[in-house]
């Protein structure tokens, strides 16, 4: 079951990078919701837990969207399993330490994710590759009033939807998208960026959230606040913040190859020719490197067709899918080794960098 | 004229590495001769110097070998010609400092060049790629034989041949070999052969002699002692030591093969692709990166016939013959983006590394 889920070739986030998608990676939505009456999942007992599990897969599973959807306990996921997943953004590693009642229903294009029994009763997940805040806003809202229909969530006139921690109350809505920034990176502007964003009320965080390098010059940003706006408002700020930031980073590209042309296309070149010939790369070097690809793509040294490339190997290059996908257990070093004949395979498909071509359109 | 010496295609070093060269890239013999009754030449007054030279360049000029060769006054040389000269091992950055009456005679092939009024009054060396110790000595003893007929050098039945610096003293014979050991290198096995080395009255140093770094994994194998023992007998012990540092080298490159596979294939490909892809690449790392295209020849990776082209670029890839090839004065910076441009040019060229023929013969 998990492993048809696993080898998706549909799967959004390996899949569908559309051309346009130059600077965002994916756009995510997720809203924290609880039933009313019934403790959160930290004070709840497994009885409990369990009932909230079966009470919400069953209304989940009704809906249009998860029909053909699968449903994942915790306790039955492998740790490799439960890493593969968290590879590909569909659960958090929370919900991996929770057990009783925890499980996760993902529906069949990987857009849908429904975390049941993590922090709050249900974590609510939309995602799509590229710049997707509005359309995924309205897929969600509706998603989220279809199922109120049926379930009762906690909600206070005067706090809004209830949750269990309090940064998430009020609309509970995070919306957070996955930005590929080497220019700001590369010209040393990335802090300057970050505290400007944060005095807006937004979050800059790495590829794998709280604490998390930004490996591959890629960023997470999100809204902080959950309170005292509406989703829209949330939404509009973001999408401005974004705006601006695609911006500085495209005018960085820009600048970065007028002032250190050889520079910009020496990093490029040499990413290619590792990717190309390396025998062993480690996961955080494999994502540096597939960075200056997808760079090479929005640069036109490469056909736009690979720019889907390189995003499903930034997701398969991930340690727990390069374990998955060799089928055995595999030491940390036999992975970097398994790693880089996946890319050597990839890359020799690829064609040559074609420099004359740099840059010829933004 | 220097010109048509510097793009000769039939230089020895940089045409003429046979496919035994494994190893070892070079052979040098060099003797100190002078002139009995006249004072060395950092004694010598500036008229007794352009007398020494006169009186040298006539005499050699007549020799067989000679008589198609050229000859460069110090004085008249520029900048950068000394450099391609140094970089050539044609002569001594001792030689580019003196001027008056200070030359080179350097024959076709360049495989002999005669420095007049460096330390010395002559310093004869005779040169060709692989290992040549025995000869080379042949030639450069009939050479100096031939040359004694004309010329009355300075001897003393005690001493042997009297030269300006005691360590020449006797022979005045300084034999070198080029070798190549990234064997030894990554295998951290060179600082203990250097030690046993030296012991035996040998010394080693880097590409350019006494202080320069072992920059390509390349290192100068060299006599220290001329004094007390025959012309045959420093040849036929330093001959021993080379061939069992031959010998530790290859069981140094098989044994990390066998137990450290991946990161060797690791470094070759890396270098191969950063070879093929990058757009700014300084000499130094040119030549660590030349150093594994050598081994990856050695080892069955690429045709044997591109250890010559290796070689050829081992020596193209100093900052002196890139500026020579650039025509105009470039700045270092424009060297590093020069020399990645010509190595992506004779790399594109090149086959891809056949890792599946890894070893197959010694």
């Given at each position: 079951m998990i492993e048809s889920l696993i080898k998706n070739e549909r799967a959004e986030l390996t899949q569908d990078a559309k051309s346009s998608a130059a600077v965002v990676l994916s756009t995510r939505l997720r809203l924290a919701r609880n039933l009313a009456e019934i403790p959160f999942p930290g004070r709840a007992s497994k009885s409990q837990r369990s009932d909230i599990l079966t009470k919400c897969a069953q209304n989940i599973q009704d809906l249009k969207q998860m029909k053909s959807g699968a449903i994942f306990k915790v306790s039955e996921l492998t740790e490799l399993e439960k890493q593969v997943l968290v590879e590909r953004h569909l659960i958090s590693r929370e919900l991996c330490e929770n057990k009783e009642g925890s499980a996760v229903l993902i529906d069949r294009a990987q857009t849908c994710s429904i975390m049941v029994?993590?922090?709050?009763?249900l974590r609510i997940q939309f995602l799509k590759a590229g710049f997707n805040l509005k359309s995924i806003w309205k897929k969600i809202d509706a998603f989220d009033t279809e199922l109120e229909k049926s379930l009762n969530f906690a909600f206070s006139?005067?706090?809004?939807f209830l949750t269990?921690?309090?940064?998430?109350?009020?609309?509970?809505l995070r919306a957070s998208v996955m930005m590929h920034l080497p220019g700001l990176v590369i010209s040393n502007q990335m802090e300057r960026v970050i505290r400007a964003v944060n005095q807006l009320g937004i979050t800059v965080r790495g590829l794998f959230g709280e604490g998390s390098d930004a490996t591959g010059h890629v960023f997470q940003i999100s809204n902080q606040?959950?309170?005292?706006?509406?989703e829209a408002e949330i939404i509009d700020r973001l999408s401005n913040v974004l705006k601006a930031t695609i911006d500085h980073e495209i005018n960085a590209r820009f600048k970065y190859l007028e002032l250190n042309r050889a520079s910009l296309l020496d990093q490029i070149g040499r990413a290619y020719g590792i990717l190309k010939n390396a025998h062993e790369i480690s996961s955080n070097e494999a994502m540096n490197l597939l960075s200056f690809m997808r760079l090479a793509v929005d640069f036109n040294l490469?056909?736009?067709?690979y720019r889907t490339i390189v995003d499903r190997l930034f997701i398969e290059c991930q340690p727990g899918h390069i374990q998955y996908a060799a089928q055995v257990g595999i030491e940390p070093e036999a992975r970097d080794i398994t790693r880089a004949d996946k890319l050597r395979e990839e890359f020799n498909n690829m064609p040559s960098l074609d420099f004359d071509n740099i840059g010829k359109i933004a």
């Amino acid at each position: 079951m998990i492993e048809s889920l696993i080898k998706n070739e549909r799967a959004e986030l390996t899949q569908d990078a559309k051309s346009s998608a130059a600077v965002v990676l994916s756009t995510r939505l997720r809203l924290a919701r609880n039933l009313a009456e019934i403790p959160f999942p930290g004070r709840a007992s497994k009885s409990q837990r369990s009932d909230i599990l079966t009470k919400c897969a069953q209304n989940i599973q009704d809906l249009k969207q998860m029909k053909s959807g699968a449903i994942f306990k915790v306790s039955e996921l492998t740790e490799l399993e439960k890493q593969v997943l968290v590879e590909r953004h569909l659960i958090s590693r929370e919900l991996c330490e929770n057990k009783e009642g925890s499980a996760v229903l993902i529906d069949r294009a990987q857009t849908c994710s429904i975390m049941v029994n993590e922090e709050d009763h249900l974590r609510i997940q939309f995602l799509k590759a590229g710049f997707n805040l509005k359309s995924i806003w309205k897929k969600i809202d509706a998603f989220d009033t279809e199922l109120e229909k049926s379930l009762n969530f906690a909600f206070s006139s005067e706090f809004g939807f209830l949750t269990a921690c309090p940064t998430n109350l009020g609309t509970g809505l995070r919306a957070s998208v996955m930005m590929h920034l080497p220019g700001l990176v590369i010209s040393n502007q990335m802090e300057r960026v970050i505290r400007a964003v944060n005095q807006l009320g937004i979050t800059v965080r790495g590829l794998f959230g709280e604490g998390s390098d930004a490996t591959g010059h890629v960023f997470q940003i999100s809204n902080q606040q959950t309170l005292g706006e509406s989703e829209a408002e949330i939404i509009d700020r973001l999408s401005n913040v974004l705006k601006a930031t695609i911006d500085h980073e495209i005018n960085a590209r820009f600048k970065y190859l007028e002032l250190n042309r050889a520079s910009l296309l020496d990093q490029i070149g040499r990413a290619y020719g590792i990717l190309k010939n390396a025998h062993e790369i480690s996961s955080n070097e494999a994502m540096n490197l597939l960075s200056f690809m997808r760079l090479a793509v929005d640069f036109n040294l490469l056909p736009d067709e690979y720019r889907t490339i390189v995003d499903r190997l930034f997701i398969e290059c991930q340690p727990g899918h390069i374990q998955y996908a060799a089928q055995v257990g595999i030491e940390p070093e036999a992975r970097d080794i398994t790693r880089a004949d996946k890319l050597r395979e990839e890359f020799n498909n690829m064609p040559s960098l074609d420099f004359d071509n740099i840059g010829k359109i933004a």
